[in-house]
């Protein structure tokens, strides 16, 4: 599996915004839904996220968690970003890892129907999106890709990600 560190250039999102520096992050994206299932596609993207934070100001869902973007006819329906890995004031020092494992469901995928049962605001840290803290369907699949993103503000160590 291909994992995609931070803001690296790839065919499977577009990157928005990407702000790292001692007292902020933000990395944001838009999938392209037309390379997980072609021009026109149906189904959903979904997302497990596995998040750690060593900052204790930063909080982060510390359980795995899945959440779905539903793509119709090709397209999210969003036009400024689709996922966020944000804190928009850091004032300690320390580590925060974002890891995520992305998935296809097409309409015509059994898992299709459970994961439209999905509910908003099931895990809070998903915000609007449908979201789930188990998943058991999935774990028979590979997952498309995987994404990392290390926030990581300590020091030299923070002069060197930059």
Request: hydrophobic share 30%; glycine share 8%.
């Amino acid at each position: 599996m291909q994992i995609i560190h931070g803001n690296e250039e790839n065919p499977f999102f577009t990157t928005k915004e990407y702000t790292y520096n001692r007292n902020e992050y933000r990395f944001s994206i838009l999938w392209n839904p037309e390379v997980f299932g072609g021009p026109a596609c149906e189904g959903y993207i979904v997302q497990m996220v596995d998040a750690k934070s060593g900052i204790s100001e930063v909080k982060v869902e510390e359980t795995p968690y899945f959440e779905a973007w539903k793509v119709s006819s090709g397209n999210t329906g969003n036009q400024d970003y689709d996922d966020s890995f944000d804190c928009w004031l850091v004032l300690e020092e320390g580590v925060v890892t974002y890891y995520a494992e992305i998935y296809w469901i097409g309409f015509d995928d059994e898992l299709y129907a459970e994961v439209a049962k999905w509910k908003i605001g099931t895990v809070p840290m998903a915000n609007q999106l449908p979201s789930s803290y188990k998943f058991p369907g999935i774990e028979k699949r590979s997952p498309i890709f995987g994404r990392q993103y290390v926030y990581d503000n300590r020091g030299s160590t923070y002069e060197s990600n930059n």
